[in-house]
């Protein structure tokens, strides 16, 4: 039951394929990437919904990754999209409200020496979605949803209609600061192509969440998200692909640790990063 943000790092990679369209990609790690188990035997779920409350309330420590394929090219793009950032539950007016902010992101490709990147400063341009989040008891065990709460990066308007596909839309931002409209995407092949993309999107994310006995929230990520490639440095970039979430659930998984307050930059959570959550995904090479 968490968000993702991720994230929006996915349906733009359409383009790798025309450089690297011969080569064949690797392939899906196995599901689910983690297994999180519901805390240790001794431990016990809170009895009502006040003593959840009090347990879920906090600041916390936010991992996830979204898993993506592009199946319109000529061959498979596959993609993992890991988030890093932060998640506060809080009370206001007797509702359970969650606060969702991403310092960081890690795009993975499935293709050798391809390479995207996502500058910090456009990861952290997205704005904090707030919305109010429900909890219930299913089977003894207390579980968190949270609802889609659109919101737009790289453009102004209304979150709640479709997302914009003109180039020179006047709504046009520059939220990461560079220059260029929308947010940068840097991108490379081995060591002969360098280029970017500015990409606009309208984020749409829900996830499903499992309160663990040992306080940790873990669950899945719901992407519906949109994007248009506004611009590029180089003509072969600026093109649409059609990336869409891959239907495992177990493919795409959040993880909440609460954690100190205090902590709440990018390099305070890695300093921490190995001791509360896994390694990150990697895609690997198919056996003969």
Sequence with gaps: ??????????????????????????????????????????????????????????????????????????????????????????????????????????????????????????????????????????????????????????????????????PNDPNLTDPDKDGHPGVTVQISVGKFFRGEIYIIRREIFSNYMTLNNNGILSGYVIDRSEQFVVGASKKILNQESHNYQHNDKGLSPVLLVKVDPDIDTYDELMQIRDEIFPKEPEFYSKKK
């Design 1 to 166: 039951m968490f968000q993702k943000s991720r994230w929006f790092y996915s349906g733009f990679l359409a383009f790798l394929l025309i450089l690297i369209s011969c080569s064949r990609p690797l392939e899906w790690p196995e599901s689910p990437l983690y297994v999180f188990e519901l805390g240790e035997p001794d431990t016990t779920q809170p009895a009502d919904l006040k003593s959840a409350l009090d347990k879920i309330v906090g600041h916390y420590a936010h991992y996830d990754v979204v898993a993506y394929e592009d199946t319109t090219t000529r061959t498979t793009m596959r993609t993992f999209i890991v988030s890093y950032g932060f998640t506060d539950f809080y009370l206001e007016d007797g509702k359970l409200m969650q606060s969702d902010r991403f310092v960081h992101a890690e795009q993975k490709l499935s293709r050798k020496n391809a390479e995207s990147v996502f500058r910090d400063e456009a990861v952290q341009a997205i704005k904090p979605r707030v919305r109010e989040v429900e909890l219930f008891r299913k089977d003894e065990i207390w579980h968190i949803y949270s609802p889609e709460s659109p919101c737009l990066l790289g453009i102004e308007g209304d979150p709640m209609k479709p997302l914009s596909t003109d």
